[in-house]
Structures are given as structure tokens and as C-alpha cells.
């Protein structure tokens, strides 16, 4: 009964380490052209239509992750649980990848930026490590049980947790960059629309000054005391 979970955990692997590196590719292309001389903060103004062509990019692969986990898991639980794993393996081969391809990130509290929708994220990239670690985590308690036989649905607890720590997380990753447009006047839904003939602009000032590990760690144990509520439901079904 193993076997068929072990080749199916195995090729949604293959798969997500396949997509890091199609992703790492894409992001050794862009610096070759846009950072020759290495990737740092500011970031340089691109054309719209290569920032929109982006952002897109991002929306695809996230659609792909959820697709694949769609396909391959049965119950609700269980896809959510793929969709964790996959999106994880993704991103931590992304790292992995483009420090054997360019030899960056120099360190894991190097600053990234992370994504662009709807407004951009960074952080060091131990932050998003750290996160990529728990979904692992929570994928894996999740595959666990359900081959136990036991019934795994998320309980509404148990969502409200995950969504909050998650809300409260990506807070932490866009509060530095919302405090920049704030304290340089610029209006937030001004420098997120796509369809502006100045997209990334602002961001093109903007250098990392500090990351809130405050918000980040309270995000991260919130989702954290989900996790443990959810293991402890299964352990005592």
C-alpha cells in the first residue's frame, strides 16, 4: 500500500525541483541582462510590458503548483497538503539552483525579493526557508494521517489559525516596503497597479532597511499552534 504513495510523493518531488530550476533559469536570464555586475538593491526600472510579463509568470506558477496538487491528491486535505509540499520543494530548489548557477544567495540573510503580487515582498531568505520548513511540516502530518486511514479535514479552528498566521507572515514581508512608499508619499495603490506606464518605479529607490523578525516569529507561531492543534485532533481520533 506504500509503494504507490512512495512513487507518488517521489514524482511530485521531481516535478517541484524541476520547476526551481525552470524558475532559477528565468531569474539567471533577467539578472544577466538587468544585473550584469550582480544582483542588488535598488532594483532597476524594467519596461511594463517584461514587469507585467512577470508578475503573470508568478500567477502561472502558483497555478501550476495548485494544479498539479489538484490532480494528485483525493480529499481536500490531502491536495491542500500536495500544494504545500510542491510550492516547498519549489522554492527551496529555487535557492539551491541559483547558488550552484551564480553563486547567490551569498548568505541566508542575504535580501530577496520574494514576490510582487500584489505589492512587493522581501526579506533575508532565511525568513521564507523558515516558512518553506513548516509547510513541509504541516504537508507531511497531513500525508501521515490520511494513510493511517484517519479523516483529515481541516478543522475551521484549524483554517482560521493557518490563514491569520499566514496574513500575519506576509505582513512581516511587505512592512518594510509599505513603510518606504509611506514615508516617501507615495500612495500604495499607485505602486501596484500593472497597468501603469511606471511599474516598479518606486521600488527602483527602495533599498532594504530592516526586517520585522517580530511580526514574522508571531506569524510563523500562530500557524505553528495550528499545526500542533491538528496533530493533536489526529492523534486522539
Known sequence: MMAPVIKKIFWLTFFSIAMGYMESAVVVYLREIYYPNGFQFPLVIIPPGIGLTEIFREAATVIMLVGIAVLT???ASQKFAYFLFCFAIWDIFYYIFLKILIGWPES??????????????????????????????????????????????????????????????????????????????????????????????????????????????????????????????????
Open 73 to 75: 491528491g483525493k480529499t
Open 108 to 237: 541566508l540573510f542575504t535580501w530577496d525579493i520574494l514576490f510582487l503580487i500584489p505589492l512587493p515582498w522581501v526579506g533575508p531568505v532565511i525568513a521564507p526557508c523558515f516558512v518553506l520548513l513548516v509547510m513541509i511540516l504541516l504537508a507531511g502530518s497531513i500525508e501521515y494521517f490520511h494513510e493511517k486511514g484517519i479523516n483529515t479535514k481541516i478543522s475551521r479552528k484549524e483554517w482560521m489559525l493557518f490563514i491569520m498566521g499566514s496574513i500575519v507572515v506576509i505582513i512581516s514581508f511587505v512592512w518594510d516596503y509599505f513603510h518606504f512608499i509611506s514615508q516617501s508619499k507615495v500612495a500604495a495603490a499607485d505602486s501596484i497597479q500593472p497597468e501603469s506606464n511606471h511599474i516598479f518605479y518606486e521600488i527602483s529607490t527602495y533599498v532594504p532597511e530592516s526586517f520585522n523578525w517580530g511580526i514574522f516569529l508571531a506569524g510563523e507561531v500562530i500557524i505553528i499552534l495550528g499545526l500542533w492543534n491538528f496533530i493533536r485532533r489526529m492523534r486522539m481520533s
